[in-house]
Each structure stands twice: as structure tokens, then as C-alpha cells.
């Protein structure tokens, strides 16, 4: 492959302004699948089933097989139109398109073409910076997912070089959702920012909406970035590229801007850019080119005389309207002025994706710093640790108990991180581990005395040293109390007993 | 007259009522048919497939189950043959083409679970033109059938064997599908009857699809009661097909069994009625109009002037839905799977399976469905037809504010040799111009015999057509009708026909699979 000249990114933006376009598939997480009672295995509880046990005639597009429309799917899809600020259309219609590949089991896929069940939305996206965009939807339409191929042979596990191909036909059939938004312009150096957050923002709607269990790693929720760009003061979008298999939100912003890059030098030279696919190489960082793809594309789309329209009532669209969560952006703003965050703390907590787990905590019982100062501290450390989901090792309702023992007094800052251990080990709730392993901070004056006067009998110079305005020397007695007490004492306390008795002397 | 040459020529209405009276059992009807399959089959290879053992062992199950006193349908324990375009579990479904050759369904198509629900006991799977492309059974992968009245001619297509099988008593019902005419033109050839019901009243649920939005199944009996009882089986309300119907249906035994003419206005479409039909199927349509006048109907002149753009219409709309319909068939899941020599990549295996599994009728249908969706055409083409298509359904909705039926020649002839038209496609197209508009308004219709035309002695059927959900109307008119030509002729149509001997057997071996 020639090696492929990347233009640097600043330079690139001076010179052409970029235009994003971008289409996510949402796999919807019905029970069964778009068009057959076979079980839906982007649903968690068919997740992993082994290879074409999800089938029924109509998913292996078996002579005489038909297609019905699953009414859940659609109601899901009306629910995603209307979060994304969306007509909902009164009547709409599936079309086939038509093409041979062998994992589209009918060789047409049943989708929606000129009549889609959604169209005109607009999605607000916040960045991690701050900056806020309105990105424009031109429509959300329905269709069904096609089967898998797994190429057998060869080095790459791509078709080229393989020597033969296996179909699991699990996935055919895949109620999906396809959000198209129109040209994004304006979004300049952030374009590739804007296009991971306008992803993320999908994804948040989705979870909240439950529509979706919108994991990118399982393919749940899938992203093509069309990138184009066009010469400072041109009106013409430039030619556009299409990059397919991005499957991370950090590729997402990594795919747009290797494109700006490597268009940017392209046309920099003179060149003209392809209208085509491009697919992403998480390894390499880069994209190479596909299917050339042109307008002229023919898939012989006619509507699918097999189903009927799709015809909501206006009753449940109203329904479904009525029943919509608060829209992402909305609940940041509002849990923002709820909990008191400065712009800068509310970014971290939002740009940790763990604002769900926070209100958790927060409606848990626990003051909204001390649930922030947990979750982006110290579990987000252990999770980093261990390579997992922050919300895997702790359930916010953890979290919430574990401050309000540190409010209370019962657990010092360094004991509560050990009984965090021992919750993320799976030892109980932070009560019973306190309980457990008699973690609790001795409170009792008393016992915190009698470490003291042992440990002055060890240190007789010490208080002297505190009257003589060495006041530093206390640490000395301080270390030795909590080592004494194994670490269950207050610090502070011990702190002011010390002082008193220097004082009092 | 044997016991059981005496069973075969039996109504299915007949032969239940001896059924449930225990005159005969089901495994001894299911016998006597398939014996005459034995014995008359080579020579009009109505069937691609017989399930004799299986058939025999449903047959013993219903005996069984009426002994012991189970309510059972009224056509319990009746054979049935099923045209090959429906699947069944456990029985080859070819839908007449090669690239289905050796392909066994893992399901039942709703009509089949129906009939199997209903005690109805199937026989096997009969011939048609492939994928229900023709309307002769020539284009059959498997050799054409051959028509009982006349052994050189042409049963009638696509469901030849099905329309064969009921008309040389092989049995007395069968299953058919009609796309453009494929039930009700093989009726009109081979002296029976055939229904297309309104779109939608039976399900399409395992119906190798032709054209979705034209394709529907219906009753081949010889008898129109018999084709209302096994209406009433097939019809209703399917969760597995979308376009089905979901209202109830009344009864089209009823319709038959009170049938009366006295006061129904019959429209006579003029465009259907001209110097381009056979003379001997003109003349035996007006005589059978004029007896139904003398007995009270009231006979009116009606005009549908688009009806003559219907067949362009069709010929864009039907390929264009088959071209997507028949891309299932690539090797990849099922049937028929060539490899190039010395191997190749999926497209080229797909592609040499098409090649080598379609016959040359299905191609020149792909190929014109797949120019007539194609980007920059799809308007002139596709559209256009659409637009005549609504046409059609306005012609029918002006007619029938008019009148309660419409009555046409089923079919320009009667059944012509086999291999005249084989190579002149327009000429066999020409065949349904009076059964296509039903197709694309989505109306049902009726064909059922009214005599044999003086100048070849062949049968001529008659059509009449309903408005779309008012099948029971067809049944009343065609009962009332067939009682009064019984009466005229002293017995079924059917007896004229020759007789198949052994000696015709030898004479058309090639007809054999």
C-alpha cells in the first residue's frame, strides 16, 4: 500500500473547513428480533448464543417465508425518533434494496427508503470542553441487521486471502435503528471532538430511553463518519468520504481527524478526493480504502409488498411522547445547578461517564461532593486498576453508605478506603464490613489517652519540644497513636489531645 | 365399475359424506387415489412428488380418530393434492425448478397445516410452470403435465398439475396458487373449477413467492361446492403473513347451498367479449349468461376501458417484484449449489447456480423485473404500471357500483397444443388477459365449466369476479350456475372426457420424473 501523507491537523483546518455527516445504527434490544419471533440476541438475555440457533424461516429467508413487523420494535423506534426531537410520520413505509452478499439472507434488506417512521430532529451535544452544538437529524428509519461472516483462513481474518467463509445467521434480522444527521458544519477543530460526543449523546438517549443496551464493543451501537472538506470561503461541500467500523467512542474522534488529515494533504497536492468507503484499523490508527461508492449505487429500492405500512396511532405517539425521559443535556444542566458544581467539576464527572452512578449516590443519601470525591477518586482508580467499569466494582447505594460513615465519624478517609476494598471484594455492604473486620474509629477519649501516655513514656522530650512552639513534634506521638490503635483513630482527634496535654503541663 | 374407480369419481363433498357415514374408510379412498395415480400419471404427469406411505399413514390416523369418536372436519380423512409451490415439511417443494431440486422445507405452509388440521389427507406435490411462470406447465424444470381431455395439450398454467390431477380424478381436491391466472386458466382447460379468493383471505405464509402483491391460493375441485368447502379450510386470518385478512369469513358453503341467481345483476365486460376470443368460448359464455337470464339474472353491458393496459401493467409488476423474490436463491442456505471448475468466489458460485438453475422463462423475468426497478427507469416502468394498476382498481369500483358480479371468458381458447406457443412468449402471455386485472385489483374470481366448444370438443370455462372480501358472491352465482348445466347435460361435465387407458400411459413416458 503507498504510504498515505497526513497533513498536520492545525494546518489542515487553516486551510479547509470540515463537514461531518454521521450514521449510527442502534440495535434495538426488543425480545425478538424486527420481523420474526426468533429471539433478539441484542438483547442481554440471548447475548452469546452459539451460531444459527437464533433462527427461524424468516431470518434464513427460506422459500415461502414472511415478514411481520414487531410492534415493540416500532414503539422503541418512535421513542428514539421523539428524543431526537423528531416528526414522527403518520404513515410510513419499508422498501427493499437490493444486493447480493451472502450474509443478507434474502440478498434485500428490508429498510425504510423514502418513507422513514422519523424525520426533521435535532440533537443538543455538549463537548468535553464545554462548547455545546445543536447537531441537525435529517431522519431515523427502521431496518433489519444482516448476519455475520467469519473468514476462515488466510492471516488478516479479512475475506482477501481466506479460504473459506462461515455465516451465523444470529444476527440477521436485528431490529435496527439508522440515525442520519444532515451536514454538520461548523464545529471546525472540534469536528472530530463533536462526532465521539454526538455518539456518546446517542448512546446516553438510548440507555436512558432503554431501547438499546448500546454497548460498542458488541456492535450494539455502530458508527459511520462521513468527512468531507472544502477549500476556506468555498460553498460547495467537497467530496466526501465514508468510514465504516469504527467501534469506540475514541475512534470515532480518531477516524475523523486521520481523514481530515489525510484529505487535507490530498487536496493540498491537487488531488481529488474518492467518493468511497473507508474502513478503520484500531491497530494502525488509519483507514484504507473499500467499496468505491458512488451515487449511482443502484439497490432497486421498491416498497416491500410483504408488510403494510406502518401506521401509529396520533393516541400512542402521545404516549410515547408523554413517557420520554429528560433529555441528557437537560438532566446535566439541571443535576449541575442541583448539586452545586463549579463548570470544571461538573466536566470531570461528566467526562468520566459516571453522571449516572453520581445522581445514584447522591439520591442514595450521600452530599453530592462526597459521592463526586468517591467516584472520580478512589473507584475510579481501583477501576482503572483493574481494567473494569467503574459501576462494576460498586453499586451507588455502596457508596452512598460508605460517605455517611465517614460523615458521621464512624470511618476516617483511610478507613473507608479499605472497607471500599473490601465492598469491591465482594465482602458485604460497608456497614458489615465495618462490623467485620472492627474497622470502626475509636471514639472513646479514654482508650485514645492511654495511647498517648505510652506513647510520651517512649517520647518524654516531646512535650516539651510542643511548649516550645515546636508544635511539628506532635506527629512524632500522633504516627506512634495510630500505629498503636492500628490505624482505627481519629488523626485529629489524637491531634488535639496531644496539644491539650502539652497545654496543660 | 370397481369400488374404487367408483371413490375417484366422487365430489369431495361426496366422498366425505361417505366418510362420516362409515361407508368407506379414509385409507381405502386414500388407496383408490393413489392407484389411479399409479395408473394414469405417466401419461399426464400431474404429480412431481407422491407421499403414498405418508398419505396412507394420515388416512389410518383419521380412521383411527373417527372410531374413537373425535369430532373431526368435514373433509376429514378427503386426499388432496398440493401444488409443489406450497412447502411442506418432510416433502420436496421445487416450485417446479431446478434449483430446488432435492430441497426438503423444515415447515409447513399455512394452507398445508391447515388442510393437515382439518384431516384433509395430502397426496403429494403437484407440477407447475417453474417458480408459477406460464401458463402450460412447459416451463416446468420437470416436464410439462399433460391434459387428461386431450393428451397433446396443454393443462392450463402455471398450475397444470394441480387442475390435471383433480380433472383425471387422481384427486378430488387440490391446492392451487394464481398470480395472474395460474388457478382459474388451467380450470377453464381442463373442465374444472378453480377460485382465486380475494387477496389476503388466505395466507401466503409458505407460498414460494412469485409476485408478493399479485400471489394468492385457492381451491381446484371439480365441483364449486367442493371449492367453497376447502375455502372455508384454507381462508383466515394468518399472524405469520401481514397481508392476510383479519376479519372473519362467513361461510362459502352456505353460498353455495342457498345459491339463487333471481335478481343478481351480472355485468358483462365488454372489452373481454370480442372477435379476439375463440368462437366455440364465446358462444358457450353467452349460452351460459343466457340460461342464468332465463333464471332470473339480470345480464348488463358494462365497460372497463383500462383493463387493456392491464397485461403491461403485469408484465412490469410481476417481474419486478419476482426479480427480488427469486434473489434468495443464490446456493448459500438451500437447493441446488454449482461451483465453476477448479472453484470460485461466492459471487461466482452464486452466479454460475443461477445460471445453471433457472430456466430460460424465470431469467427473461428477472432480467426484465431487475431493468424495470433499476435506478433512471424505476418511474417509466415500475410507476407507470403502479398508476395503471390503480386504474384497474377503478375500473372494478365503478363496475361493481353497477352490478353485484362481472362475467368474463375465463380464457381466448381452449387448451392449445403442447409446444405452440413455447417460443413465442407474448403469444403465452396473451393467455390471462381476461384473468390478470382480479390479480391487480386484488378482487376474487371464479372459473367453472360451462361446456365444450363445438369446434374442438374441448371445455370452455366462464369467470365471474366479485368486489375484494365478497368471495361469497362467486360461490353463489357458480353454484347456481353449475346446477343449472347439470341439469341441462344430465351429469358432470367430466364424464365426457376419455378415458386414460395404459395404452396412453406407454405413449407419454417422458412425462415421467
Given at each position: 500500500?503507498?504510504?498515505?501523507?497526513?497533513?498536520?491537523?492545525?494546518?489542515?483546518?487553516?486551510l479547509?473547513?470540515?463537514?461531518?455527516?454521521?450514521?449510527?445504527?442502534?440495535?434495538l434490544?426488543?425480545?425478538?428480533?424486527?420481523?420474526?419471533?426468533?429471539?433478539?440476541?441484542a438483547?442481554?438475555?440471548?447475548?452469546?448464543?452459539?451460531?444459527?440457533t437464533?433462527?427461524?424461516?424468516?431470518?434464513?429467508?427460506?422459500?415461502?417465508?414472511?415478514?411481520?413487523?414487531?410492534?415493540?420494535?416500532v414503539?422503541?423506534?418512535?421513542?428514539?425518533?421523539?428524543?431526537?426531537?423528531?416528526?414522527?410520520?403518520?404513515?410510513?413505509?419499508?422498501?427493499?434494496?437490493?444486493?447480493?452478499y451472502?450474509?443478507l439472507?434474502?440478498?434485500?434488506?428490508?429498510s425504510?427508503?423514502?418513507?422513514?417512521?422519523?424525520?426533521?430532529g435535532?440533537?443538543?451535544?455538549e463537548?468535553e470542553?464545554?462548547?455545546?452544538?445543536?447537531?441537525?437529524?435529517?431522519?431515523?428509519?427502521?431496518e433489519e441487521?444482516?448476519?455475520?461472516?467469519?473468514?476462515?483462513?488466510g492471516?488478516?481474518g479479512?475475506?482477501?486471502?481466506?479460504?473459506?467463509?462461515?455465516?451465523?445467521?444470529?444476527r440477521?434480522g436485528?431490529?435496527?435503528?439508522?440515525?442520519?444527521?444532515?451536514p454538520?458544519?461548523?464545529?471546525?477543530?472540534d469536528?472530530?471532538?463533536?462526532?465521539?460526543?454526538?455518539?456518546?449523546?446517542?448512546?446516553?438517549i438510548?440507555?436512558?430511553?432503554?431501547?438499546?443496551e448500546a454497548?460498542?464493543?458488541r456492535g450494539?451501537?455502530?458508527?459511520?463518519?462521513?468527512?468531507?472538506?472544502?477549500?476556506?470561503?468555498?460553498?460547495?461541500?467537497?467530496?466526501?468520504?465514508?468510514?465504516k467500523?469504527v467501534?469506540?467512542?475514541?475512534?470515532?474522534?480518531?477516524?475523523v481527524r486521520?481523514?481530515?488529515?489525510?484529505q487535507?494533504a490530498?487536496?493540498?497536492?491537487?488531488?481529488?478526493?474518492?467518493?468511497?468507503?473507508?474502513h478503520?484499523?484500531?491497530?494502525?490508527g488509519s483507514?484504507?480504502?473499500?467499496?468505491?461508492?458512488?451515487?449511482a449505487?443502484?439497490y432497486?429500492y421498491?416498497?416491500e409488498p410483504?408488510l403494510?405500512p406502518?401506521v401509529?396511532?396520533?393516541e400512542?405517539i402521545?404516549?410515547?411522547r408523554a413517557a420520554?425521559p429528560e433529555?441528557?443535556?437537560a438532566?446535566?444542566?439541571?443535576?449541575?445547578?442541583e448539586w452545586?458544581?463549579?463548570?470544571?467539576?461538573?466536566?470531570?464527572?461528566?467526562?468520566?461517564?459516571?453522571?449516572?452512578?453520581?445522581?445514584?449516590?447522591?439520591?442514595?443519601?450521600?452530599?453530592?461532593?462526597?459521592?463526586?470525591?468517591?467516584?472520580?477518586?478512589?473507584?475510579?482508580?481501583l477501576a482503572?486498576?483493574?481494567?473494569r467499569?467503574a459501576s462494576?466494582?460498586?453499586?451507588p447505594?455502596?457508596?452512598?453508605?460508605?460517605?455517611?460513615?465517614?460523615?458521621?465519624?464512624?470511618?476516617?478517609?483511610?478507613?473507608?478506603?479499605?472497607?471500599?476494598?473490601?465492598?469491591?471484594?465482594?465482602e458485604?455492604?460497608p456497614?458489615?464490613?465495618v462490623?467485620?473486620?472492627?474497622?470502626?474509629?475509636?471514639?472513646?477519649?479514654?482508650?485514645l489517652?492511654?495511647?498517648?501516655d505510652?506513647a510520651?513514656?517512649?517520647?518524654?522530650?516531646?512535650?516539651?519540644?510542643?511548649?516550645?512552639?515546636?508544635?511539628?513534634?506532635?506527629?512524632?506521638?500522633?504516627?506512634?497513636?495510630?500505629?498503636a490503635?492500628?490505624?482505627?483513630?481519629?488523626?485529629?482527634?489524637?491531634?488535639?489531645?496531644?496539644?491539650?496535654?502539652?497545654?496543660?503541663? | 365399475?370397481?369400488?374404487?374407480d367408483e371413490?375417484?369419481?366422487?365430489?369431495?363433498?361426496?366422498?366425505a359424506?361417505?366418510?362420516?357415514?362409515?361407508?368407506?374408510?379414509?385409507?381405502?379412498a386414500?388407496?383408490?387415489?393413489l392407484?389411479?395415480?399409479?395408473?394414469?400419471?405417466?401419461?399426464?404427469?400431474?404429480f412431481l412428488?407422491?407421499a403414498?406411505?405418508?398419505a396412507?399413514?394420515t388416512?389410518?390416523?383419521?380412521d383411527?380418530?373417527?372410531?374413537?369418536?373425535?369430532?373431526?372436519?368435514?373433509?376429514a380423512?378427503?386426499?388432496i393434492?398440493?401444488?409443489d409451490?406450497?412447502v411442506?415439511?418432510?416433502?420436496?417443494?421445487?416450485?417446479?425448478?431446478?434449483?430446488?431440486?432435492?430441497?426438503?422445507?423444515?415447515?409447513d405452509a399455512?394452507?398445508?397445516r391447515?388442510v393437515?388440521?382439518?384431516g384433509l389427507?395430502p397426496?403429494?406435490?403437484?407440477n407447475?410452470?417453474?417458480?408459477?411462470?406460464?401458463?402450460?406447465?412447459?416451463?416446468s424444470?420437470?416436464?410439462?403435465t399433460?391434459?387428461p381431455?386431450?393428451?397433446?395439450?396443454?393443462?392450463?398454467?402455471?398450475?397444470g398439475?394441480?387442475?390435471?390431477?383433480?380433472?383425471?380424478?387422481?384427486?378430488?381436491?387440490a391446492?392451487?396458487s394464481?398470480t395472474?391466472?395460474?388457478?382459474?386458466?388451467?380450470?377453464?382447460?381442463?373442465g374444472?373449477v378453480g377460485?382465486k379468493?380475494t387477496?389476503?383471505?388466505?395466507?401466503?405464509?409458505?407460498?414460494?413467492?412469485?409476485?408478493?402483491?399479485?400471489?394468492?391460493?385457492?381451491?381446484?375441485?371439480?365441483?364449486?361446492?367442493?371449492?367453497?368447502?376447502?375455502?372455508?379450510?384454507?381462508?383466515?386470518?394468518?399472524?405469520?403473513?401481514?397481508?392476510?385478512?383479519?376479519?372473519?369469513?362467513?361461510?362459502?358453503?352456505d353460498?353455495?347451498?342457498r345459491?339463487?341467481?333471481?335478481?343478481l345483476?351480472?355485468?358483462v365486460?365488454?372489452?373481454?367479449d370480442?372477435?379476439?376470443?375463440q368462437?366455440g368460448?364465446?358462444?358457450?359464455?353467452?349460452?351460459?349468461?343466457?340460461?342464468?337470464?332465463r333464471?332470473?339474472?339480470?345480464?348488463v353491458?358494462?365497460?372497463?376501458?383500462?383493463?387493456e393496459h392491464?397485461?403491461?401493467?403485469?408484465?412490469?409488476?410481476?417481474?419486478?417484484?419476482?426479480?427480488?423474490?427469486l434473489?434468495?436463491f443464490?446456493?448459500?442456505?438451500f437447493?441446488?449449489?454449482?461451483?465453476?471448475?477448479?472453484?470460485?468466489?461466492?459471487?461466482q458460485?452464486?452466479?454460475?447456480?443461477?445460471?445453471?438453475?433457472f430456466?430460460?422463462?424465470v431469467?427473461?423475468r428477472?432480467?426484465?423485473?431487475?431493468?424495470?426497478?433499476?435506478a433512471?427507469?424505476y418511474?417509466?416502468?415500475?410507476?407507470?404500471?403502479?398508476?395503471?394498476?390503480?386504474?384497474?382498481?377503478?375500473d372494478?369500483?365503478?363496475?361493481?357500483a353497477?352490478v353485484?358480479?362481472?362475467?368474463?371468458?375465463?380464457?381466448?381458447?381452449?387448451?392449445?397444443?403442447l409446444?405452440?406457443?413455447?417460443?413465442?412468449p407474448?403469444?403465452?402471455?396473451?393467455?390471462?388477459?381476461?384473468?390478470?386485472?382480479?390479480?391487480?385489483?386484488?378482487?376474487?374470481?371464479?372459473?367453472?365449466?360451462?361446456?365444450?366448444?363445438?369446434?374442438?370438443?374441448l371445455?370452455?370455462?366462464?369467470?365471474?369476479?366479485?368486489?375484494?372480501?365478497q368471495d361469497?358472491?362467486?360461490?353463489?352465482?357458480?353454484?347456481a350456475?353449475?346446477?343449472?348445466?347439470?341439469?341441462?347435460w344430465?351429469?358432470?361435465?367430466?364424464?365426457?372426457?376419455?378415458?386414460?387407458?395404459?395404452?396412453?400411459l406407454?405413449?407419454t413416458?417422458?412425462?415421467?420424473?
Open positions: 500500500m503507498a504510504r498515505v501523507e497526513l497533513m498536520d491537523f492545525d494546518r489542515a483546518l487553516e479547509f473547513e470540515p463537514v461531518i455527516g454521521l450514521e449510527v445504527h442502534v440495535e434490544n426488543t425480545a425478538t428480533k424486527m420481523f420474526s419471533p426468533a429471539p433478539n440476541p438483547n442481554d438475555a440471548n447475548h452469546g448464543a452459539e451460531p444459527n437464533l433462527v427461524t424461516p424468516v431470518c434464513l429467508g427460506l422459500p415461502g417465508s414472511l415478514p411481520v413487523v414487531n410492534g415493540e420494535a414503539r422503541k423506534s418512535i421513542s428514539l425518533g421523539l428524543a431526537l426531537g423528531c416528526e414522527i410520520a403518520p404513515s410510513s413505509r419499508f422498501a427493499r434494496k437490493n444486493y447480493f451472502p450474509d439472507a434474502k440478498n434485500y434488506q428490508i425504510q427508503y423514502d418513507e422513514p417512521i422519523a424525520f426533521d435535532e440533537v443538543e451535544v463537548l470542553n464545554g462548547r455545546v452544538f445543536r447537531v441537525p437529524i435529517e431522519r431515523a428509519h427502521m441487521d444482516a448476519g455475520k461472516l467469519t473468514h476462515v483462513g492471516s488478516t479479512r475475506i482477501q486471502g481466506a479460504e473459506y467463509s462461515l455465516v451465523d445467521y444470529n440477521a436485528v431490529p435496527l435503528v439508522e440515525i442520519v444527521t444532515r454538520v458544519v461548523g464545529a471546525e477543530a469536528a472530530p471532538a463533536l462526532a465521539r460526543a454526538y455518539v456518546s449523546t446517542i448512546r446516553d438510548a440507555l436512558s430511553l432503554g431501547i438499546s454497548r460498542m464493543e450494539n451501537l455502530r458508527c459511520d463518519a462521513n468527512v468531507s472538506l472544502r477549500p476556506r470561503g468555498q460553498e460547495q461541500f467537497g467530496t466526501r468520504t465514508e468510514t467500523n467501534n469506540s467512542f475514541r475512534s470515532i474522534e480518531r477516524a486521520y481523514e481530515i488529515q489525510r487535507a490530498i487536496l493540498a497536492a491537487g488531488g481529488i478526493i474518492t467518493q468511497e468507503t473507508r478503520w484499523h484500531e491497530d494502525t483507514t484504507s480504502p473499500g467499496r468505491p461508492k458512488s451515487d449505487d443502484d432497486r421498491f416498497p410483504d403494510l406502518v401509529p396511532s396520533a400512542l402521545e404516549e410515547l420520554l433529555a441528557p443535556a438532566r446535566r444542566r439541571r443535576l449541575k445547578q452545586g458544581f463549579s463548570d470544571d467539576e461538573f466536566q470531570i464527572v461528566a467526562n468520566s461517564g459516571m453522571l449516572n452512578e453520581l445522581a445514584a449516590t447522591v439520591a442514595a443519601g450521600a452530599t453530592p461532593a462526597a459521592a463526586r470525591k468517591w467516584w472520580t477518586g478512589e473507584i475510579a482508580r482503572n486498576a483493574a481494567d467499569d462494576s466494582l460498586v453499586s447505594t455502596h457508596v452512598a453508605e460508605l460517605a455517611q460513615l465517614v460523615e458521621a465519624g464512624t470511618l476516617t478517609d483511610r478507613l473507608a478506603r479499605q472497607v471500599l476494598e473490601g465492598v469491591v471484594a465482594g458485604g455492604s456497614q458489615e464490613i462490623d467485620a473486620r472492627g474497622l470502626a474509629v475509636v471514639s472513646d477519649d479514654g482508650a489517652v492511654a495511647a498517648i505510652e510520651l513514656a517512649a517520647q518524654p522530650d516531646v512535650l516539651a519540644k510542643i511548649r516550645d512552639g515546636k508544635v511539628q513534634a506532635a506527629g512524632a506521638v500522633i504516627g506512634a497513636v495510630m500505629k490503635m492500628q490505624g482505627k483513630a481519629d488523626a485529629a482527634r489524637v491531634r488535639e489531645l496531644v496539644l491539650e496535654r502539652a497545654n496543660a503541663e | 365399475m370397481s369400488h374404487g371413490l375417484i369419481r366422487l365430489s369431495a363433498a361426496d366422498l359424506g361417505r366418510l362420516a357415514a362409515g361407508d368407506v374408510s379414509s385409507v381405502e386414500t388407496q383408490a387415489h392407484d389411479r395415480i399409479g395408473a394414469v400419471d405417466g401419461a399426464v404427469h400431474a412428488h407422491v403414498g406411505e405418508r396412507l399413514d388416512a389410518a390416523d383419521i383411527r380418530r373417527r372410531a374413537a369418536g373425535e369430532s373431526l372436519g368435514e373433509l380423512g378427503v386426499p393434492a398440493i401444488k409451490v406450497l411442506t415439511e418432510g416433502m420436496p417443494s421445487t416450485s417446479g425448478s431446478r434449483i430446488l431440486e432435492g430441497w426438503i422445507p423444515p415447515y399455512t394452507p398445508v391447515k393437515r388440521e382439518a389427507v397426496l403429494g406435490k403437484t407447475m410452470d417453474e417458480f408459477a411462470m406460464g401458463s402450460s406447465t412447459e416451463h424444470a420437470y416436464g410439462p399433460h391434459n381431455w386431450d393428451l397433446e395439450r396443454i393443462p392450463g398454467g402455471s398450475g398439475g394441480s387442475a390435471a390431477a383433480v380433472a383425471a380424478f387422481e384427486a378430488p381436491l391446492l392451487g394464481d395472474g391466472g395460474s388457478i382459474r386458466q388451467p380450470a377453464h382447460v381442463t374444472t377460485v379468493p387477496y389476503g383471505a388466505v395466507s401466503r405464509y409458505g407460498s414460494i413467492a412469485l409476485a408478493s402483491s399479485l400471489d394468492q391460493i385457492g381451491p381446484v375441485t371439480r365441483t364449486v361446492l367442493d371449492a367453497a368447502l376447502l375455502q372455508d379450510v384454507i381462508a383466515g386470518h394468518d399472524p405469520h403473513d401481514s397481508t392476510s385478512i383479519a376479519d372473519p369469513w362467513p361461510s362459502m358453503a353460498a353455495v347451498r345459491a339463487d341467481v333471481a335478481g345483476r351480472i355485468g365486460v365488454k372489452e373481454l370480442s372477435e379476439g376470443f368462437a368460448v364465446r358462444q358457450r359464455f353467452h349460452e351460459a349468461l343466457d340460461l342464468l337470464e333464471h332470473g339474472a339480470e345480464i353491458e358494462v365497460s372497463t376501458p383500462n383493463f392491464a397485461i403491461a401493467a403485469y408484465y412490469l409488476i410481476l417481474p419486478a417484484e419476482a426479480s427480488s423474490n434473489a434468495k443464490d446456493s448459500v442456505r437447493g441446488l449449489r454449482v461451483t465453476p471448475e477448479g472453484g470460485g468466489t461466492v459471487e458460485v452464486m452466479s454460475a447456480t443461477r445460471e445453471a438453475g430456466g430460460p422463462e431469467k427473461r428477472i432480467i426484465l423485473g431487475t431493468y424495470a426497478l433499476s433512471g427507469y418511474d417509466a416502468y415500475y410507476g407507470s404500471a403502479q398508476k395503471v394498476r390503480t386504474l384497474v382498481q377503478r372494478f369500483e365503478s363496475a361493481f353497477n353485484d358480479v362481472l362475467a368474463t371468458p375465463t380464457a381466448p381458447t381452449t387448451a392449445f397444443k409446444g405452440e406457443k413455447l417460443d413465442d407474448l403469444a403465452m402471455y396473451l393467455n390471462d388477459v381476461a384473468t390478470i386485472p382480479a390479480n391487480l385489483a386484488g378482487v376474487p374470481g371464479i372459473s367453472l365449466p360451462v361446456g365444450l366448444a363445438p369446434e374442438d370438443g371445455p370452455v370455462g366462464i369467470q365471474f369476479l366479485a368486489p375484494a372480501r361469497a358472491r362467486l360461490y353463489n352465482v357458480g353454484g350456475l353449475e346446477q343449472l348445466l347439470l341439469a341441462e344430465g351429469g358432470p361435465l367430466l364424464d365426457r372426457a376419455p378415458a386414460l387407458t395404459t395404452h396412453e406407454l405413449a413416458e417422458e412425462g415421467a420424473v
